[in-house]
């Protein structure tokens, strides 16, 4: 089972930007569908983000037109670029295959300041 690495949270004030990264043990070029989600305290975990192979994207209404999901095959990575980001995105963001065949990571935690 691939293993997967999530990196780039940080302590950001609101507006600012932050790029997450998630880098893969293996391939994920034969995982059709990889996503980021996120949860924050005393809520359920929410998926922000999805990407397929083909490059097809889905997005949270929350966060349509701040965040951008990427992947690159050849260097196993996935990424989620986050701008204008806001309060309420403070959240421990998670990446993962869609459907989830692996247990989650440990996450990066990603704190918004006014």
């Known amino acids: 089972q691939v293993q997967l690495v999530e990196s780039g949270g940080g302590l950001v004030q609101a507006g600012g930007s932050l790029r997450l990264s998630c880098a893969a043990s293996?391939?994920?070029?034969?995982?059709?569908?990889m996503g980021w989600y996120r949860q924050a305290p005393g809520k359920q975990r929410e998926l922000v983000a999805a990407?397929?192979?083909?490059?097809?994207?889905n997005y949270a209404d929350s966060v349509k037109g701040r965040f951008t999901i990427s992947r690159d095959n050849a260097k196993n990575t996935v990424h989620l670029q986050m701008n204008s980001l806001k309060l309420e995105d403070t959240a421990v963001y998670y990446c993962?295959?869609?459907?989830?065949?692996?247990?989650w990571g440990q996450g990066t935690q990603v704190t918004v300041s006014s």
């Open positions: 993962t295959p869609i459907p989830r065949k692996t247990p």
């Open positions: 293996g391939s994920i070029f034969s995982i059709n569908v």
């Open positions: 990407i397929t192979n083909g490059g097809s994207t």
